[in-house]
């Protein structure tokens, strides 16, 4: 069965510096990948995509992500975190068995002044 | 701009009486989700219409219902809301022939249980 495993629940960096948000996920096939962001009392807003090719893929807001097959790993990355980045940032793998998406627990990201 | 709505984005209702949540889009897209949020969890699947047909996850409970009257609009019933039953839901689309599987999320709508 698919699985995404974000093992960091929560993350503070400082206003500033870099960030690099974990996602390691478990399926069978090549994967469906997303990083979705959720602001505070907000729905969850796409920051970007894999499908195929390029296996580092740009974003909106200046996050980027690389598939590594060989880990089985989909990162986030951002080279200079800014105070409104605060918030829960959700990967997701597809399609499972329904169709649908797997989503990760979140990691709640905080950004220190 | 296209997008998705959510109305009203927040609900109180009181232990028992029935409320329903709405849900709308200009996207055209064919298939419509249903999201339960508790906090610091990810989004649980309810359930999903592929255009008119109903599919619903195994472990949704029964006091949960959908309907979609057309393209556009998809309602979330709860028949009889208990205290458990309070959180953020979420509506989603996604066009399945064009980008399979990215879904396009509104604002939720929190619902507080009295």
């Known amino acids: 069965a698919q699985s995404v495993t974000q093992p960091d629940i929560h993350i503070t960096v400082s206003e500033g510096a870099s960030l690099e948000l974990r996602c390691n996920y478990s399926?069978?096939?090549?994967?469906?990948l997303f990083w979705y962001v959720q602001s505070p009392g907000q729905g969850l807003q796409l920051l970007l995509k894999?499908?195929?090719?390029?296996?580092l893929v740009q974003g909106i807001k200046g996050f980027e992500a690389e598939f590594k097959r060989s880990q089985s790993s989909f990162n986030l990355r951002k080279p200079s975190v800014h105070w409104s980045d605060a918030a829960e940032y959700f990967c997701?793998?597809?399609?499972?068995?329904?169709?649908?998406?797997?989503f990760g627990g979140g990691t709640r990201l905080m950004v220190k002044p | 701009d296209a997008m998705v709505i959510q109305n009203p984005r927040y609900q109180v209702t009181q232990f028992g009486k029935p409320v329903t949540l709405s849900c709308s889009q200009t996207l055209n897209h064919n298939v419509m989700y249903w999201y339960q949020q508790k906090s610091s969890q990810a989004p649980k699947l309810l359930f999903h219409y592929y255009d008119k047909d109903f599919n619903n996850e195994a472990d949704t409970p029964d006091n949960f219902q959908s309907r979609r009257p057309n393209t556009s609009f998809c309602f979330l019933d709860i028949r009889s809301p208990g205290l458990g039953d309070a959180a953020m839901y979420l509506c989603?689309?996604?066009?399945?022939?064009?980008?399979?599987?990215?879904?396009?999320f509104g604002p939720g709508t929190r619902l507080t249980v009295t």
């Open positions: 894999y499908f195929s090719g390029d296996t």
């Open positions: 399926y069978g096939a090549t994967p469906y």
């Open positions: 997701a793998v597809g399609p499972n068995a329904g169709n649908m998406l797997t």
């Open positions: 989603a689309t996604s066009k399945v022939d064009r980008a399979p599987y990215e879904q396009y």
